[in-house]
């Protein structure tokens, strides 16, 4: 028996259709007016070369090789730190505990500081106190510091959405908590550990004030991660700010920049899905197969 659609449910049902329209209508102006002003000077060349007469000419090649050396740096020093502490909250702290609650309250805080703090206390701390100096070294570090929120925070949630029947499940097999956490839960959570890596790289490949003070300006390819590099978005900054005549240029790197994002949330989300599918197979095979063994 089909239920009754009131007025309110269409309302609401409408509501959401233009909410979800108006987000898609946003992103396609932004792509548009950047497309129409940077479309002209894209082409191959601008990817692979190096930036010349201050980024008026030449490409991006050098500021792609500085670009992904801070984003891996970043991701190498946040993610394990932070899907650990996520796990740790999530499975061997309790939600009322002092120290559950100054941790989530520090992620808070941290979350809270403007990226120029940021920006400030990695060039203070490892720029000058380290001895780093404006270095890729120094950039991807501090990004890590500001990747911590939104890595904890969505993989505590991935694990606290999973419900207990799986733990009481797995316990009862005789499995330890930490065979429990890497064998279920965390295969369970992937979903949410994806979404949470895909933030951190949004975050960190389009940050700008922060590195500003860390990596530097150098738009040359740096020869080791002690050497300075400029990022795209700190390269799209000063085109766009610095460089007179530089408009084109800027454009045609923001084109770069969101084609990078949409190819990496697209890679990351075929892995994840076919990561799950092939997880779903495997215990689906392993349970036919032990079900229907042959008994002696």
């Given amino acids: 028996m089909k239920s009754m659609r009131t007025p309110r449910d269409c309302f609401a049902q409408l509501a959401i259709y233009c909410a979800a329209l108006l987000v898609c209508a946003a992103f396609a102006w932004i792509l548009s007016d950047i497309a129409r002003g940077g479309m002209a000077h894209l082409s191959l060349d601008f990817v692979i070369r190096s930036p010349r007469e201050a980024g008026r000419a030449g490409g991006v090649g050098s500021i792609l090789v500085s670009t992904a050396l801070v984003l891996v740096i970043a991701l190498m ?5 932070g899907w650990t502490t996520a796990a740790l909250l999530a499975e061997y702290v309790s939600v009322g505990s002092r120290f559950g609650g100054a941790v989530r309250y520090s992620l808070q805080v941290l979350a809270a500081v403007p990226s120029i703090v940021f920006g400030l206390f990695g060039n203070a701390f490892f720029s000058i106190y380290l001895g780093m100096g404006f270095s890729i070294l120094s950039g991807g570090l501090t990004l890590a510091c500001m990747l911590l929120p939104i890595l904890v925070s969505t993989a505590e949630s991935g694990l606290r959405a999973i419900p207990d029947a799986h733990r009481l499940s797995a316990a009862a097999l005789g499995m330890s908590r930490t065979s429990t956490l890497f064998r279920l839960l ?8 994806a979404a949470g890596l895909l933030l951190g790289i949004g975050r960190a490949i389009a940050e700008t004030a922060a590195l500003l003070f860390t990596s530097g300006y150098v738009d040359r390819t740096p020869g080791s991660l002690l050497d300075s590099g400029r990022t795209l978005a700190v390269h799209i900054f000063d085109l766009s700010m610095n460089v007179p005549g530089g408009d084109a240029a800027a454009y045609a790197s923001a084109l770069v920049l969101i084609a990078a994002l949409l190819l990496i949330n697209m890679v990351a989300m075929r892995l994840t899905a076919d990561w799950q599918r092939r997880k779903i197979m495997s215990e689906n095979s392993n349970g036919y197969s032990n079900t229907d063994a042959p008994r002696a």
């Fill in 77 to 81: 020093a946040a993610l394990p730190l």
């Fill in 186 to 193: 965390l295969p369970i959570a992937a979903p949410s550990l």
